[in-house]
């Protein structure tokens, strides 16, 4: 059976990197005694993807891992097993259980949203001004930005990719942007190039981020929740501890 | 409500794996803090993954927190990017759990490991704005304590602690405890508790102690200060293993530790009495925990943990009586649940490879055999009962069996070693290549050549092994002696079939004053520290010429230390602890060695180590 399960990853554990949150799940599998498929061989290990790694010192309140189990319990005993067995910081929101073709949501990844805020008082410029450079910045056909590889400096446009970009009441920033293997867009590296056409400069620790959400695109070209893309079912968390936000 | 960190985002994002200090994670214990009378930090004095991986500090993490009235809580050196930022804010140490500053604590409790951590010690004193040496402490600063097995000669570092407890930790902690809380309630001075503290069996408190020296530098005296504590400090032991608590819940890092697994202590202690093996003397009597206990806790552990991996951990995992019903026991279980077993420091005998070939992949992993020298000679010298026709026989069967991998450790300049001995390694290398190349080619395992790797340490004599009164080669020595078997193993027949390894004289010298050193040299790491030195175990921090003008600086000859071969007479600035072995027992083991003499095992028959006094253990086996 095809799980994907929603998680959240806020406070102290957002300096946890990807790969540690990998091993972190696999233990908390065994520990909440899921019954997983695991790979062949000698150090069998169970077969666990994610949608898309998280930088470390982001918050999220919608990643996504992928996972399949040979049974399983109700929705709500399962994610309650899971979430009896998380270290602060870390819930379990949403289990999905999906078609048997289902593709892995690494591969239908194609948009994210993320809520920007500036630590204790590190705006950069006041609301006004923000709201001025968004709708300058949203307004230009195209964005080149370099963008480092492995190898070298590439130049990309990144206008495309800016699917929205605003200021809410209390200065944060919102936006949904394209992610997954095609295009990805960092929120860093969007904020940093609009700061840089107005000449402001910019501290990547001022920003504290928050991926909200993260979508797949259906036939028609719409934005599905990666929950209840090729979903049977998505059971979400009924005790609702999030503040989710429209 | 999330737990506040000590430390800002921007400084963890800067530094290098802030998982390492941040506290959180699975089965963690975090208590108010008004609710107990105790709060006890514990601290690994060397960087998070390595403190993280000691199921020392998870036994004492674990007695401690089971009583309401104690906090115990965790701290480990902060790595040199974190420590300069410290330094740069003036940010205090802190403990992970609560994340207060380690000052606020009743005790600092610091395991000690290895000497090469010393430096850390003081490291951690200073960031914590604890002063360095333990009589220049106030009312408020917390109860420093040291534990683990440099205790066993904890002289070097004596000045900096209040206290050192010298045995294991389940036996003493809550009698000191009690104290202490009786002595907070009363009010009293921390000198009143030291004095009470003192009294306590197996808690030495160095201050409470004089030591005079002849004019030769050589200890003339070692008392006490003061009326009623005892002259000699008793080792404290578990007698019963089998009834004590263990830690059932683990702490389960996020990043990855040294340990990334269950670990399952099977005994303490070791039969066999190798000769320059210090924790096959100090860890005597062999204590084996019964097959029942270890089920029970295995099962517990990986529960508790979700790892995937456990890992049996003994001195020497087949000397433990029920070993074949425990790893059927392990292997069956953990087959079920998809779980990796570990066995390291298993003899190579048919039984291991049979429980090897169920629980690892053949090709990729390795045999290990620990000859430690490479003559019979040499091995008769150091009492290590494994004889070339085992070994080359093991190897064979191992061959036969799908191996072609095989590591050998010796140790580089014990006792009475030669240029034969020495050769005698190369020598063994290339027999045992020999033993695989003898297989018909169609017969041979993997891609039809064997692996051989053959490592080696040098030699550090310690204290409380029968080489305590040997003297440790030089640099220069140690030099000659790598480049001998060097070009031994290169010109041996088969050169292309085996790798060497070697490790860094400088280290070693290092390490061996540090381990037979005195009160003397507290001034000496003062030094060294303040001109820089830390995290003296890592290779890429270890400054040689930062020690050279600190040892110059107090005005003290390192040879005093190391070159020298001691007199049968001399005391040593351990002398006043009761390990258990006697003097006696380990003189004469010396004088067995040099006579090129064997000792039998605690199993073949007793040599009257002095260890029965504990009365439990394999000196009552029936």
């Given at each position: 059976m095809k799980l994907r399960i929603r998680f959240s990853k806020k406070g102290p554990v957002k300096f946890i990197g990807h790969l540690d949150i990998l091993r972190y799940f696999q233990k908390a599998f065994r520990r909440a005694d899921y019954d997983l498929i695991y790979s062949q061989g000698f150090h069998p290990h169970p077969i666990l993807s994610f949608a898309s790694p998280l930088g470390v010192g982001l918050e999220s309140e919608g990643e996504y891992m992928d996972l399949e189990v040979n049974t399983m319990d109700s929705p709500a005993v399962m994610l309650e097993r899971l979430n009896a067995q998380m270290a602060e910081g870390i819930e379990a929101n949403c289990y999905s259980v999906l078609r048997d073709d289902a593709k892995n949501s690494m591969s239908i990844l194609a948009a994210a949203d993320y809520k920007v805020c500036f630590r204790d008082g590190r705006m950069p410029c006041d609301r006004t001004k923000m709201e001025e450079m968004i709708e300058a910045f949203l307004a230009c056909e195209q964005i080149p930005v370099e963008k480092k590889t492995k190898k070298n400096l590439l130049e990309i446009d990144i206008r495309p990719m800016i699917r929205t970009l605003s200021v809410k009441e209390d200065g944060s920033i919102w936006m949904q942007v394209s992610a997954g293997s095609a295009a990805n867009l960092k929120p860093e590296l969007l904020l940093e190039s609009m700061f840089c056409q107005n000449g402001i400069a910019f501290d990547p620790y001022a920003l504290l981020i928050t991926r909200l959400e993260m979508y797949a695109a259906d036939a028609d070209g719409r934005l599905v929740p990666l929950s209840e893309y090729q979903a049977v079912s998505a059971d979400k968390l009924s005790v609702c501890s999030k503040e989710m936000e429209a | 409500m999330m737990r506040k960190l000590a430390l800002s985002d921007d400084i963890l994002l800067a530094v290098?794996?802030?998982?390492?200090?941040l506290g959180n994670e699975i089965n963690a214990v975090y208590k108010d803090k008004e609710s107990v009378d105790i709060r006890f930090a514990m601290c690994f004095p060397d960087v998070y993954e390595i403190g993280m991986s000691y199921l020392g500090i998870q036994i004492i993490y674990d007695l401690l927190n089971a009583r309401d009235d104690i906090a115990c809580e965790r701290v480990y050196s902060p790595w040199t990017d974190l420590d300069k930022i410290m330094r740069e804010r003036n940010i205090p140490l802190f403990a992970l759990e609560s994340q207060d500053p380690v000052k606020d604590f009743d005790f600092l409790g610091i395991t000690l490991q290895y000497e090469m951590c010393y430096t850390n010690i003081l490291q951690v004193l200073d960031l914590s704005g604890i002063p360095l040496y333990a009589a220049e402490r106030s009312e408020e600063d917390p109860i420093v304590i040291g534990g683990g097995p440099c205790v066993y000669n904890p002289e070097p570092i004596a000045?900096?602690?209040d206290m050192f407890y010298i045995g294991e930790g389940e036996t003493v902690y809550y009698d000191l405890m009690d104290t202490y809380k009786a002595c907070k309630k009363a009010g009293e001075s921390r000198r009143a508790f030291l004095e009470k503290a003192a009294k306590i069996p197996g808690i030495y408190v160095p201050q409470l102690y004089d030591v005079s020296y002849h004019e030769d530098g050589t200890i003339a005296d070692f008392v006490p200060n003061v009326e009623g504590i005892p002259e000699k400090i008793e080792k404290q032991v578990v007698s019963d293993l089998s009834h004590v608590i263990y830690p059932e819940k683990p702490l389960v890092p996020f990043i990855k530790v040294t340990q990334d697994r269950v670990v399952l202590e099977i005994q303490r202690g070791c039969i066999r009495g190798c000769r320059f093996c210090q924790a096959g003397m100090v860890y005597r009597p062999n204590r084996e925990r019964s097959l029942e206990y270890l089920k029970d806790k295995a099962i517990k552990i990986l529960t508790s943990t979700g790892h995937d991996e456990i890992s049996l951990s003994s001195l020497s995992s087949s000397d433990y009586s029920d070993l074949p019903e425990l790893t059927d026991f392990l292997i069956d279980y953990c087959e079920k649940k998809k779980i990796n077993i570990s066995l390291p420091s298993l003899r190579i005998d048919a039984f291991s490879l049979d429980v090897m070939s169920k629980v690892q992949d053949i090709r990729k992993s390795s045999l290990t055999f620990a000859p430690e020298a490479g003559s019979q000679r040499l091995r008769d010298v150091i009492n290590k009962g494994l004889t070339e026709e085992v070994i080359l026989k093991g190897a064979g069967d191992a061959f036969r069996g799908g191996w072609n991998r095989v590591k050998l450790y010796f140790m580089l300049g014990q006792p009475t070693e030669t240029q034969e001995d020495i050769f005698g390694i190369a020598d063994l290398a290339n027999k045992i290549a020999l033993e695989f190349y003898d297989i018909p080619k169609e017969d041979r395992p993997g891609n039809k050549r064997v692996e051989i790797v053959v490592s080696t340490s040098f030699f550090v004599p310690k204290p409380f092994t029968p080489f305590q009164w040997s003297r440790q080669c030089t640099e220069d020595e140690f030099r000659d002696k790598q480049r001998y078997l060097s070009n031994s193993i290169r010109e041996s027949l088969n050169h292309r079939s085996i790798r060497y390894n070697w490790h860094e004289f400088h280290l070693t010298e290092l390490e061996g004053i540090l381990a037979r050193g005195d009160r003397k040299l507290s001034e000496v790491l003062v030094n060294a520290y303040q001109s820089g030195c830390l995290f003296d175990s890592w290779s890429e921090c270890f400054r040689n010429d930062l020690w050279v003008h600190a040892f110059e600086k107090a005005g003290m000859d390192p040879a005093f230390y190391v070159h020298r071969e001691r007199g049968a007479e001399e005391i040593f600035p351990w002398d006043f602890i009761d390990a258990g072995v006697t003097k006696a027992f380990l003189r004469r083991e010396y004088e067995r060695a040099l006579d090129e003499k064997v000792t039998p095992n605690c199993r073949q028959g007793c040599s009257g180590c002095g260890c029965r006094v504990y009365g439990g253990g394999v000196c009552y086996e029936a």
């Amino acid at each position: 059976m095809k799980l994907r399960i929603r998680f959240s990853k806020k406070g102290p554990v957002k300096f946890i990197g990807h790969l540690d949150i990998l091993r972190y799940f696999q233990k908390a599998f065994r520990r909440a005694d899921y019954d997983l498929i695991y790979s062949q061989g000698f150090h069998p290990h169970p077969i666990l993807s994610f949608a898309s790694p998280l930088g470390v010192g982001l918050e999220s309140e919608g990643e996504y891992m992928d996972l399949e189990v040979n049974t399983m319990d109700s929705p709500a005993v399962m994610l309650e097993r899971l979430n009896a067995q998380m270290a602060e910081g870390i819930e379990a929101n949403c289990y999905s259980v999906l078609r048997d073709d289902a593709k892995n949501s690494m591969s239908i990844l194609a948009a994210a949203d993320y809520k920007v805020c500036f630590r204790d008082g590190r705006m950069p410029c006041d609301r006004t001004k923000m709201e001025e450079m968004i709708e300058a910045f949203l307004a230009c056909e195209q964005i080149p930005v370099e963008k480092k590889t492995k190898k070298n400096l590439l130049e990309i446009d990144i206008r495309p990719m800016i699917r929205t970009l605003s200021v809410k009441e209390d200065g944060s920033i919102w936006m949904q942007v394209s992610a997954g293997s095609a295009a990805n867009l960092k929120p860093e590296l969007l904020l940093e190039s609009m700061f840089c056409q107005n000449g402001i400069a910019f501290d990547p620790y001022a920003l504290l981020i928050t991926r909200l959400e993260m979508y797949a695109a259906d036939a028609d070209g719409r934005l599905v929740p990666l929950s209840e893309y090729q979903a049977v079912s998505a059971d979400k968390l009924s005790v609702c501890s999030k503040e989710m936000e429209a | 409500m999330m737990r506040k960190l000590a430390l800002s985002d921007d400084i963890l994002l800067a530094v290098e794996k802030p998982a390492r200090y941040l506290g959180n994670e699975i089965n963690a214990v975090y208590k108010d803090k008004e609710s107990v009378d105790i709060r006890f930090a514990m601290c690994f004095p060397d960087v998070y993954e390595i403190g993280m991986s000691y199921l020392g500090i998870q036994i004492i993490y674990d007695l401690l927190n089971a009583r309401d009235d104690i906090a115990c809580e965790r701290v480990y050196s902060p790595w040199t990017d974190l420590d300069k930022i410290m330094r740069e804010r003036n940010i205090p140490l802190f403990a992970l759990e609560s994340q207060d500053p380690v000052k606020d604590f009743d005790f600092l409790g610091i395991t000690l490991q290895y000497e090469m951590c010393y430096t850390n010690i003081l490291q951690v004193l200073d960031l914590s704005g604890i002063p360095l040496y333990a009589a220049e402490r106030s009312e408020e600063d917390p109860i420093v304590i040291g534990g683990g097995p440099c205790v066993y000669n904890p002289e070097p570092i004596a000045d900096f602690f209040d206290m050192f407890y010298i045995g294991e930790g389940e036996t003493v902690y809550y009698d000191l405890m009690d104290t202490y809380k009786a002595c907070k309630k009363a009010g009293e001075s921390r000198r009143a508790f030291l004095e009470k503290a003192a009294k306590i069996p197996g808690i030495y408190v160095p201050q409470l102690y004089d030591v005079s020296y002849h004019e030769d530098g050589t200890i003339a005296d070692f008392v006490p200060n003061v009326e009623g504590i005892p002259e000699k400090i008793e080792k404290q032991v578990v007698s019963d293993l089998s009834h004590v608590i263990y830690p059932e819940k683990p702490l389960v890092p996020f990043i990855k530790v040294t340990q990334d697994r269950v670990v399952l202590e099977i005994q303490r202690g070791c039969i066999r009495g190798c000769r320059f093996c210090q924790a096959g003397m100090v860890y005597r009597p062999n204590r084996e925990r019964s097959l029942e206990y270890l089920k029970d806790k295995a099962i517990k552990i990986l529960t508790s943990t979700g790892h995937d991996e456990i890992s049996l951990s003994s001195l020497s995992s087949s000397d433990y009586s029920d070993l074949p019903e425990l790893t059927d026991f392990l292997i069956d279980y953990c087959e079920k649940k998809k779980i990796n077993i570990s066995l390291p420091s298993l003899r190579i005998d048919a039984f291991s490879l049979d429980v090897m070939s169920k629980v690892q992949d053949i090709r990729k992993s390795s045999l290990t055999f620990a000859p430690e020298a490479g003559s019979q000679r040499l091995r008769d010298v150091i009492n290590k009962g494994l004889t070339e026709e085992v070994i080359l026989k093991g190897a064979g069967d191992a061959f036969r069996g799908g191996w072609n991998r095989v590591k050998l450790y010796f140790m580089l300049g014990q006792p009475t070693e030669t240029q034969e001995d020495i050769f005698g390694i190369a020598d063994l290398a290339n027999k045992i290549a020999l033993e695989f190349y003898d297989i018909p080619k169609e017969d041979r395992p993997g891609n039809k050549r064997v692996e051989i790797v053959v490592s080696t340490s040098f030699f550090v004599p310690k204290p409380f092994t029968p080489f305590q009164w040997s003297r440790q080669c030089t640099e220069d020595e140690f030099r000659d002696k790598q480049r001998y078997l060097s070009n031994s193993i290169r010109e041996s027949l088969n050169h292309r079939s085996i790798r060497y390894n070697w490790h860094e004289f400088h280290l070693t010298e290092l390490e061996g004053i540090l381990a037979r050193g005195d009160r003397k040299l507290s001034e000496v790491l003062v030094n060294a520290y303040q001109s820089g030195c830390l995290f003296d175990s890592w290779s890429e921090c270890f400054r040689n010429d930062l020690w050279v003008h600190a040892f110059e600086k107090a005005g003290m000859d390192p040879a005093f230390y190391v070159h020298r071969e001691r007199g049968a007479e001399e005391i040593f600035p351990w002398d006043f602890i009761d390990a258990g072995v006697t003097k006696a027992f380990l003189r004469r083991e010396y004088e067995r060695a040099l006579d090129e003499k064997v000792t039998p095992n605690c199993r073949q028959g007793c040599s009257g180590c002095g260890c029965r006094v504990y009365g439990g253990g394999v000196c009552y086996e029936a």
